[in-house]
């Protein structure tokens, strides 16, 4: 089977950082994805990881470690606009394929 | 330069009726994939299609629904007798040809209520 683990819910104070773990168990691995969505609305990429290492991206970071099957997603100087839902992603297989989704962490941002 | 759009963003529909939900992708995109989103739930893959053919449909339920992506117009994801446990907000994404794009770009969604 696939499966994805991330915290369902995670509470940080505006300016703060904070790190959002995944840890996965897929049948194959071609990279994990970040994806950010808002209530009610449409998920929205956020970065991607391939191969090892930490990926930037303004506030933004992903890290991965193909060999732990592990990632996570770092938001610096958190903004109130960073309350969300963020899902990370497996892909599969090689090439356009679906996308395997954890069930999302949910983000509080407070004053 | 219009992103993926999806109608309608809402729609209800009774017990036993039917429900054609319609995506049109980023212009160029010829991948095209639905997801289901229950609430408080990730998304769950349904159906993978490229123009006029099914690739994947491992996660689409075998009986009342089905999918199509014609060479002319929208993806349609249509339900057949509907029941409540088919509410939930249906997400399509497209994706461009080129191997290697790392991204899927997702429609605004439908949230289909069955009462």
């Known amino acids: 089977g696939q499966s994805l683990e991330q915290p369902s819910e995670v509470t940080a104070v505006e300016g703060a950082i904070v790190q959002i773990n995944c840890t996965y168990q897929?049948?194959?691995?071609?990279?994990l994805s970040w994806y950010q969505q808002h209530d009610g609305g449409a998920p929205t990429f956020l970065s991607y990881?391939?191969?090892?290492g930490l990926e930037e991206t303004g506030r933004f970071s992903s890290f991965l470690s193909r060999s732990d099957s592990y990632g996570y997603l770092l938001l610096q100087e958190l903004q109130m606009k960073d309350s969300a839902s963020y899902f990370c992603?497996?892909?599969?297989?090689?090439?356009?394929?679906?996308?395997?989704f954890g069930k999302g962490t949910r983000l509080s941002v407070i004053a | 330069n219009a992103g993926v759009m999806q109608n309608p963003r809402h729609l209800v529909r009774r017990r036993g009726q039917e429900a054609r939900l319609r995506c049109s992708p980023v212009?160029?995109?010829?991948?095209v994939y639905w997801y289901r989103q229950l609430p408080e739930e990730g998304l769950k893959f349904m159906v993978y299609?490229?123009?006029?053919?099914?690739?994947?449909e491992s996660g689409m339920p075998k009986e009342r629904f089905s999918a199509e992506f014609p060479k002319e117009g929208p993806s349609i994801l249509r339900i057949q007798q509907v029941v409540r446990g088919d509410s939930a907000a249906y997400f399509c994404?497209?994706?461009?040809?080129?191997?290697?794009?790392?991204?899927?770009?997702f429609g605004p969604g439908t949230r289909l209520t069955v009462l």
């Open positions: 212009k160029g995109h010829s991948h």
């Open positions: 897929t049948s194959g691995f071609y990279g």
């Open positions: 994404a497209s994706s461009p040809q080129d191997r290697g794009k790392r991204e899927q770009f």
């Open positions: 990881n391939a191969l090892d």
């Open positions: 299609l490229q123009k006029e053919n099914i690739i994947d």
């Open positions: 992603a497996v892909r599969a297989h090689s090439g356009n394929t679906p996308l395997v």
